[in-house]
Nanobody
Framework: QVQLVESGGGLVQAGGSLRLSCAASGRTLSSYAMGWLRQAPGKVREFVAGISWSGSSTWYADSVKGRFTISRDKAKNTLYLQMNSLKPEDTAVYYC????????????????WGQGTQVTVSS
């Protein structure tokens, strides 16, 4: 059973940057597509970004395209999310998860969620 632990969240001003990390234990992530998702207060969880098992292909929600970059380091068994030009509407708890269907935008296709890391963007 894989365990995912997110880190790197915090408080940042609008226009700033953060880099989230997702470390895995219990199983190698190298054969899995993965993704980042988020849940803002009072809202449903939504897809943010996904990456193929090889790391060669990525896909993003329109709301973050051009600002966020997902990547992975297979040697470190770690997933990353570089977030630039942050906006107050990016405030949410961010989760990493295994992706069961490449290219999906549906949160139902993700599993083995981490505990999440809080990102707060002030205006």
């Amino acid at each position: 059973q894989v365990q995912l632990v997110e880190s790197g969240g915090g408080l940042v001003q609008a226009g700033g940057s953060l880099r989230l990390s997702c470390a895995a234990s219990g199983r190698t992530l190298s054969s899995y597509a993965m993704g980042w998702l988020r849940q803002a207060p009072g809202k449903v969880r939504e897809f943010v970004a996904g990456i193929s098992w090889s790391g060669s292909s990525t896909w993003y929600a329109d709301s973050v395209k051009g600002r966020f970059t997902i990547s992975r380091d297979k040697a470190k068994n770690t997933l990353y999310l570089q977030m630039n030009s942050l906006k107050p509407e990016d405030t949410a708890v961010y989760y990493c998860a295994l992706c069961n269907r490449y290219g999906t935008y549906s949160t139902a296709d993700f599993g083995s969620w981490g505990q999440g890391t809080q990102v707060t963007v002030s205006s």
